[in-house]
Structures are given as structure tokens and as C-alpha cells.
């Protein structure tokens, strides 16, 4: 799009006094630490930067293999392999430090001391814009899903985040609950500045020929197109459920798909296995977001915003 | 690196069930390395989801269709129908739009220049050798060892040959050159010239085997892995392979996308790859 037309159409959104020029950026876990996609597309250009979930020490992660495809979809048990908060710091962020937008760092832990004492070392990075808890990872034992799946659990982890952090709180929720608003609400309840939803939804895919499950982990989590409607709904349903912004995640991969979200009333998305199909995903995103605006005569993308009409 | 939109030039059978597609591809003469690969978008729809990853055959130009215009710059690979993915490329042609990222990965090290150099390829694992083939005749003397199952899985052989490589084909059944292994036509190489390196790319038990033969020799090698990729880039973690070191405790993994697909095998923990890390589909 034109620099003209930037001129016309306001994208800006505000998330828990985060400012963003626009509502789009990468899911955690599917942008790596940033440097990885720099290649294809001005990071410049996004709203903000989420970086792969960081824990206290550097973890190893899941044997392999640990993707498969799907119909319009992936499973992954990854496990959360990452660097650690400490190699984090010293060799990720002077690439991420340079880059003009926003940077929210994922983070998880396996116990509660774990999570407060990630949350205190990530309060101590300035360059950090915010932080996004994720207790939603269906590919760990300990730690990540079990505190999203329980509404104390959750309101424990987040109320011991909160006290060691100044920063913007984003909880990231699991899908993987009969009733995701009685989580959302626990954590808005502990102090959390915005909920993100959703994370991955639990999987299986099996060889037929060798009667072996697809991933070693056995089961996995789905990710991509196939998970859209299922994230739509839960996304509408915690908007009508809590006070603070929600952000919606799930099979995004182009500006119509992120308009679901923005009109079931998000107020920003993030894009995740989309950035595997096409690394400039993003880039489209933002563009068609414009052009939308543009198309039906709308000046603030904020209008937009939980326009739903039931 | 990048990620561009191009069109196909050529996509033809060359033995059944192994395809040849040549797509245009500007800047790729001077860009890709030998050993290097490319993530394809087989169709600007989302279906199949997830591109696929395929090694680079070779590079060129060809003079343009159109009278005045400079020649095309393509590459070219090669690939072998396994799948849902492989079927739709299959039914590509002339003129198509498709996507390319890449070139990714490290690709090969020369080596040193002098010494000989014996190429292990086990079928569509022949692939990432052509490249490092053109750009070590010059410098020393390159065989090609060459296996597959049957006579059908023997590509491309006679393209080494004109490159100068001398090329040795051994088949399971016997259909085509020596009957049996290429590892066994390696260990009888090794013997006779203990001082060549080594360069494979394959299934997993013959780079095992490879690797082995090698060791005891204290023969230097290079091996291309396969291992099922979402992002190509590094950022998703799920091509990962264990490398030398790597235990329960202190676990050492390396991307396949961006620390290989090229590893020397000193890097690899040989004793704890699964079966289903750098196997490859085609050449089962
Ligand atoms: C670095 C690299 C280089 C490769 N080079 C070549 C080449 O030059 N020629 C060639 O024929 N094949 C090559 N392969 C294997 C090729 O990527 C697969 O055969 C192909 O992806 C199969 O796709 P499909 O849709 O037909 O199979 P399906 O079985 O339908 O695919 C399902 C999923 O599994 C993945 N997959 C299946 N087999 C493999 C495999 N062996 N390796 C990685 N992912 C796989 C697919 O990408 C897809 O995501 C290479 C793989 C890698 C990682
Ligand atoms: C390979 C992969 C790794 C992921 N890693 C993380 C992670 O570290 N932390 C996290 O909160 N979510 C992680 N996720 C979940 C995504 O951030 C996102 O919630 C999910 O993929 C749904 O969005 P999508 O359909 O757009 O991919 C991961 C997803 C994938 C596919
Ligand atoms: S394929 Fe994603 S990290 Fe290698």
C-alpha cells in the first residue's frame, strides 16, 4: 500500500498502555527470536514482536519428530525448546533492541517461583514493551498447562507474576477448557493487563502403516487454519466475559481472517503458523487491513473493533 | 535468501516416479551454494498447508523464449512422488506461478583441493552432490558412488559423467551395475585411496553406514539430512536433529534448516539419531 493511504486509515491500537502502529504481530513460537524472518519482511513494519516462550534455564525440548501437517493444519510438540531467559537477554535483544517496534517477550515456568523469578529478570530488560505469560502449553508436563486449565492455578500464577513485574501483563490462554471464560476472568481477577486466546488446541495423528503416532510426543498441538472458528468463538466469548483487551490468535492468515477477530471484538492479533506458509503473512495482513479501511470508508481501525452485530 | 513468486519453465518424469522441474529463478546462478535447498509453495492456496523442503539439482541459464531478451536464470530440482505434495507438483507445468524461498541452509565445504573426493549418493539423496561435483572437478579427481533399489531409482548418472566424475552404480536387485550396497563399492573405494573425504547424502541406515566405514578410516565426511520442516528459517524448532554431546541432561540439538542440512559428521551424536531424524522419504 501507499504511503499515501497510511495517511488516510489509522491502524494505531493502545493495548494496556502498549501503543502499536498497527493490530498485527507474530504468535510465540512461530517468529523464533525475531532475527530468524528479518530476511523477509521489514519488522519495522509490524505492530509488535512476540518472541519464542522463554523459561529460567535453557530447555532442550521434546524428541523428535516433533511436527506434522494436517488438513489446514500442523500438530507441534516442540516442548519449548528456547535459550533461557539469561542467553536471551545477552544475545537476543541487541538484534531486537535495534528494531523500531514494540518488543513482548513469552515466557512460562514449571513452578511458581519459577514464573516470579522469569517475570522479575524480564521486568529488569527496558527495551521490553511488555511481557505475555503463557500457562497454555499442552506439550510440557510440568509447568505451562497445568496452571491454565485450573481457574486458582491460574489466579496463583498470575497474582505471583504481578508482583514482580511493572510491565504490561498479557495472560495467554489454553483452548483446552470446557469454559475458557472462567480462566479468563481468574486472571483478570489476579491483575493480568490483557489476555491473549488462543494457544494450540491438543491433537493426534497416527501412521496408519507403521500404527505409530505421527509425533513422538504423542500427542501434540494444533496449530492454523483448521483452528480459526474455534479460536473466533472463544475470542468472543472472553470479550463479553472480562474488562480487559483481549487479543486474538488462531489460523490467521490473511487480513479477512483477522477481521473475525477484530469484529468479534480483539483488539489486536497475533499470526502464527501462517509465518511458516508465507514469511511476508504478516506484511499481507496489515496491507489488506488498510485496504479494507479504505474499501468501507473507515477512518480508525478501531471502529472496527467488536462491531459484531448479532 | 528470499522469498519470491516465479513461474516454471520445465517439469518432467525422468525415470518413474522421479520428477525434474526447472523454475525460473533470478539471481540464482550467483546465490546458491552446493548443498543448499528450498522451501515450495506448491499452491498459492492453503492446501497442502506447509511448503516443502527440496534440495537444489543445479543452476543455469537458459536463452529466453523471447527473440532479444536476455538468457533466464533457473534452478532446478529433482524430486521423487511420495505424497500429497509431490503429487500436485507433479501435475505442475510450463508457465505456473509458483513460490520459492530459499536458497536456505549451509551447504557443502569444498574441502581440500587435491585430495580425492568420493560422493555417496542413495537415490533422490544424489541431488545436493551435483552442485559440490561442478565445483570440485576442478580441483581434484570426484567419483560418485551411486545406489538405489532397482535400476529406476539410478537418475541423472550419465550428468556426473559429463562433468567428469567417474561414476560407480550398484542396485539392491541387481538391475542395474553391481548387485548390493553402495556402502560395500565405498569400503572398496576406501581401501584403495584411504586418503579421499567423503561427501553423502541419503536414507539414514546407508549415511550410518557411511559414517562407520568412515570413521574406522578416520576418513573426513559430509552428510546432507532430511527432517521434517514447518518454517525453513529457524523459528519453529521442529527440524531438529541430536548432535555430538547431546544426552538427557545436557541436550544438544542442531536445526536441520539452518545449522545443515549440511553437517560434518563429527557434529552429529550418531548413536542417538532416530530413525525418523534426516530419513528421507524418497529413499526408503
Ligand atoms: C533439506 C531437505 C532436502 C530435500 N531434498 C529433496 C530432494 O531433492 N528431492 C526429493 O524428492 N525430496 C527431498 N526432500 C524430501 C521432501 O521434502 C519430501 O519428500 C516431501 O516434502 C514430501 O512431500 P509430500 O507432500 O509428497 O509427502 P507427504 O508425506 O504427503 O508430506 C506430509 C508432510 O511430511 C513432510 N515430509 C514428508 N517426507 C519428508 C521428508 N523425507 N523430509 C522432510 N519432510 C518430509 C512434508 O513436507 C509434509 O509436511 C528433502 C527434504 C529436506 C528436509
Ligand atoms: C511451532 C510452534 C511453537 C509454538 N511455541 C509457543 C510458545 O513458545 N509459547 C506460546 O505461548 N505459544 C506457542 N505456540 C502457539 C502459538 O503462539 C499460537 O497460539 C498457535 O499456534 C495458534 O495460532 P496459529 O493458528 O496462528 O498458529 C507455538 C505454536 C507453534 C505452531
Ligand atoms: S524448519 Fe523450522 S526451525 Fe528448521
Redesign the interface.
Known amino acids: 500500500m501507499s504511503q499515501q493511504s497510511t495517511a488516510k486509515v489509522s491502524l494505531a491500537v493502545e493495548i494496556a498502555g502498549l501503543r502499536m502502529k498497527n493490530p498485527v504481530m507474530p504468535a510465540s513460537?512461530?517468529?523464533?527470536y525475531g532475527e530468524?524472518?528479518a530476511?523477509?519482511l521489514d519488522l519495522n513494519r509490524l505492530g509488535a514482536i512476540v518472541t519464542?516462550g522463554l523459561s529460567l534455564r535453557p530447555k532442550?525440548?521434546n524428541?523428535?519428530?516433533?511436527?506434522?501437517?494436517t488438513v489446514?493444519?500442523?500438530l507441534?510438540a516442540?516442548g519449548l525448546?528456547n535459550v533461557g531467559v539469561d542467553a536471551f537477554i545477552e544475545h537476543k535483544m541487541p538484534f531486537l533492541r535495534e528494531i523500531n517496534t514494540p518488543v513482548i517477550a513469552n515466557f512460562f515456568g514449571n513452578t511458581l517461583e519459577e514464573y516470579g523469578e522469569v517475570a522479575r529478570r524480564l521486568n529488569e530488560i527496558p527495551e521490553l514493551a511488555a511481557v505475555e505469560l503463557n500457562i497454555s502449553c499442552p506439550n510440557v508436563k510440568q509447568g505451562g498447562i497445568v496452571f491454565g486449565t485450573d481457574p486458582q492455578a491460574a489466579h496463583q500464577a498470575v497474582d505471583v507474576v504481578r508482583k514482580n513485574l511493572d510491565k504490561p501483563l498479557i495472560v495467554k490462554l489454553t483452548p483446552n477448557v470446557t469454559d475458557i471464560t472462567v480462566i479468563a476472568r481468574a486472571v483478570a481477577d489476579a491483575g493480568a493487563d490483557a489476555v491473549s486466546c488462543i494457544n494450540t488446541l491438543t491433537g493426534m495423528s497416527i501412521d496408519v502403516r507403521r500404527r505409530k503416532p505421527k509425533i513422538?510426543n504423542r500427542t501434540g498441538g494444533l496449530s492454523?487454519?483448521a483452528i480459526r472458528p474455534v479460536a473466533v468463538r472463544m475470542v468472543y466469548q472472553v470479550v463479553q466475559a472480562v474488562a480487559i483487551p483481549v487479543i486474538g490468535v488462531g489460523g490467521i492468515?490473511s487480513a479477512e481472517d483477522a477481521l473475525e477477530f477484530l469484529i468479534a471484538g480483539a483488539q489486536a492479533v497475533q499470526v502464527g503458523?501462517a509465518?511458516?506458509?508465507?514469511?511476508?503473512a504478516m506484511q499481507q495482513v496489515i496491507d489488506g487491513l488498510e485496504r479494507f479501511c479504505i474499501e468501507e470508508g473507515i477512518a480508525d481501525i478501531r471502529e472496527l473493533i467488536g462491531s459484531l452485530e448479532v | 535468501?528470499?522469498?519470491f513468486k516465479t513461474r516454471i519453465l520445465a517439469n518432467q518424469e525422468i525415470s518413474p516416479g522421479y520428477w525434474r522441474m526447472r523454475i525460473q529463478a533470478p539471481g540464482a546462478v550467483a546465490d546458491c551454494r552446493a548443498g543448499q535447498f528450498l522451501m515450495f509453495?506448491v499452491q498459492l492456496s492453503?492446501?497442502?498447508?506447509?511448503?516443502r523442503p527440496f534440495g537444489i539439482f543445479r543452476t543455469g541459464f537458459q536463452p529466453s523464449d523471447v527473440d532479444g531478451l536476455p538468457p533466464v536464470e533457473y534452478l532446478e530440482i529433482l524430486y521423487k512422488v511420495v505424497g500429497q505434495g509431490t503429487a500436485m507438483m507433479s501435475e505442475l507445468h510450463h508457465g505456473d506461478r509458483v513460490?520459492i524461498?530459499g536458497p536456505l541452509g549451509r551447504g557443502f565445504d569444498g574441502g581440500e583441493p587435491g585430495r580425492r573426493k568420493i560422493l555417496v549418493g542413495g537415490g533422490i539423496g544424489l541431488v545436493p552432490l551435483y552442485m559440490l561435483a561442478e565445483q570440485l572437478v576442478d580441483g581434484s579427481e570426484v567419483r560418485l558412488l551411486m545406489g538405489g533399489r532397482t535400476r529406476d531409482d539410478i537418475i541423472v548418472v550419465t550428468e556426473f559423467e559429463r562433468l567428469g566424475v567417474q561414476t560407480y552404480v550398484s542396485t539392491e536387485d541387481g538391475s542395474l551395475g553391481d548387485r548390493g550396497l553402495v556402502t560395500a563399492v565405498l569400503q572398496q573405494q576406501l581401501d584403495a585411496d584411504p586418503d579421499a573425504e567423503v561427501f553423502a547424502c541419503g536414507p539414514l541406515p546407508m549415511l550410518e553406514a557411511v559414517y562407520g566405514i568412515c570413521r574406522q578410516r578416520q576418513v573426513p565426511l559430509q552428510v546432507s539430512l532430511e527432517?521434517?520442516m514447518?518454517?525453513?528459517?529457524?523459528?519453529?524448532?521442529?527440524c531438529?536433529?541430536k548432535g555430538v554431546g547431546h544426552s538427557e541432561t545436557s541436550?544438544r540439538?542442531l536445526c536441520t534448516c539452518?545449522e545443515g542440512p549440511v553437517f560434518r559428521a563429527e557434529q552429529l551424536a550418531w548413536d542417538r539419531l532416530?530413525r525418523?531424524?534426516g530419513t528421507c522419504e524418497g529413499c526408503k
Open positions: 513460537g512461530t517468529f523464533g530468524e524472518f530476511p523477509y519464542k532442550a525440548g524428541p523428535t519428530p516433533r511436527i506434522c501437517e489446514s493444519g500442523m507441534n516442540i525448546q513422538a492454523g487454519p492468515s503458523t509465518n511458516f506458509v508465507d514469511p511476508d | 535468501m528470499s522469498n509453495r492453503l492446501l497442502p498447508l506447509l511448503r513460490e524461498l527432517a521434517l514447518a518454517c525453513g528459517v529457524g523459528a519453529c524448532l521442529g531438529v536433529v541436550p540439538f539452518k532416530d525418523t531424524e
